[in-house]
């Protein structure tokens, strides 16, 4: 490895150009952290329509083939922080609505291709930059085409000695398409240079970066481990084939993005030796949702893509589950911030509207999440599986206690009775039970 290693980092997110979920901080901070250690690291990932970003230089990629379709590509640049970002511009795919999809529980139709274009842009824009890479780093199923696609002559010849990484981050997101949709994406000649694409008859984008990359990371050793088994959601045997390239590195956190002592979202700012702060953000936040300002009470809060992951079923199916089980409780409130599955989102509303203790805000809202965690006295996180876990770490940054169930990165990073209180399995009196 040279002295100064490049990396090629290709992301569907990264905060604060993208963000859907933890992807979005988990990716930055890391290339930030690398670029800071002497890494040549950049980042490269789609000019979705909702990209925030102050676009420094722009230029023209070329034309990009994938079966057959044809696109013209740009790429703009911009930097978050120090950290050179490339935004892949190619209307047809990314100006649109929503980054996987127009709502968190429907996605793109064409999204194979979207993703495909990325991985393939990711080539096209470092040769086009004469820049090339010692390492291809992926993240997730969007960028699994990436390491097929260096096993083609011309890509060989280009970037000699190429390694590539991918990283799970949900190994529940896999990308399976139909095997019919092969060859939209043009991706069959590495498939006949010995790359292949489909597992158990149906394209796999995750298996195809896990079976062809040179190392595999996962965002946590406890769920390194829980891959190679039920939690491996049918790639279990492909991880566990692979398990001597598999390390399970925990993320860290970007602590000048999440700083209470110095946080621009929060009412006041506040440390572990000076902790007013903290105070009037509960009442702010009281305040800003419309419930009682009363610092008595015990606040919990809710910051989470509401997916199955997540644990919503034991938060809000039905009388059993624990909203309904807290609603009118007079000892404590409840702050929920969440977008996602349309039954949960309509489930949580109603509870507001019956219960004077929880207030609900369905969106995307980057300052009242930093104020829901600043203001909330215990955070809770019932996942049913989590690879890391980032809300818990910012739960815990801004002294608010994580209540959270005993997996993946949670179990890593959370001690139970020290720094927070953790149950075995997200069931409904079990959360119940160690709330109270
Ligand atoms: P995941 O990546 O599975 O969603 P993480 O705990 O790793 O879970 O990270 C979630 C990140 O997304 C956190 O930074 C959290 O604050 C943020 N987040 C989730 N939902 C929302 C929302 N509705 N508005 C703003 N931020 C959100
Ligand atoms: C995924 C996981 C989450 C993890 C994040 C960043 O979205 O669900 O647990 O923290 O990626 O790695």
Redesign the pocket.
Known sequence: MPDRPAVCMITSEAHPII????????VPALAKSLLTQGVDVRLLLPHYREVQAEIICSQDVGELQLGAHRFSVRMNESRIGALPVYLIDIPELYDRPGVYGPRLDEAHPDNLLRFAALSKAAYAVCKSLNWIPDIMHGHDWQSGPAACLSRLPEYQAAFPGLRHIITI??IGYQGVFSSREYASIGLGESETAGCKLTLNGDLNMLATGISHCDAITTVSQRYAQEIQGPLGYNLENLIRQRKNQLFGIT?GMDYDEWNPADDVFLPANYDSNKMQGKKICKQELQKELGLPQDDEKMLIGI???LVY??GIHALAENSESVLPKLCNDPRLQVAI???GEHWCEKQLQKLSTECDNIAVRI????G??HRI?AGSDLFL?PSIY???????L?AMRYGSIPVATATGGIADTVQDGISGFLFPSPQASTILKTIH
């Open positions: 963000k859907v979920g933890g992807l979005g901080d988990a981050h949900n993320n910051v989470s893509r992951q997540k911030l969440g977008s969106g995307y809202d980057t009242l999440s965690t996180m989590e690879p890391c876990g980032l809300s818990q910012s």
